[in-house]
């Protein structure tokens, strides 16, 4: 829980960076898209915007809300290019067999927008 606390202030600072820029101080609704293979879960995530709003974070109020678009890790084989929906970061190709395809999706935390006043 305490890296997705850390993780949730990184991202509120990056936001508040961005805010500043265009002349925004609170944000109304923080949108985020989680990979399924990003170390990161969702409901833990839900719980730190929670943790920062009660702690006051500047550029958070009361009516502050996330929302989180959940992201499924998909993998291309680097042989036979089949994609496919990994269980882990290093999977075996469904079609070729072959281990450790690319991960093309699923594996990030982003900001995907946010809306300010």
Known sequence: MSHEVALMGDMLNL????????????????????????????????????????????ILTEESTLEIEVEEARARCVICGHEYVPDHRVALCPNCGVPGGKLIAGDAIRILSYEGV
């Open 15 to 58: 936001v508040a960076e961005d805010m500043q820029k265009r002349g925004l101080s609170k944000v109304k609704k923080l949108k985020l898209r989680v990979g399924t293979l990003s170390h990161s879960v969702p409901d833990a995530l839900e719980m730190a915007f929670e943790i920062h709003k009660a702690m006051k974070a500047p």
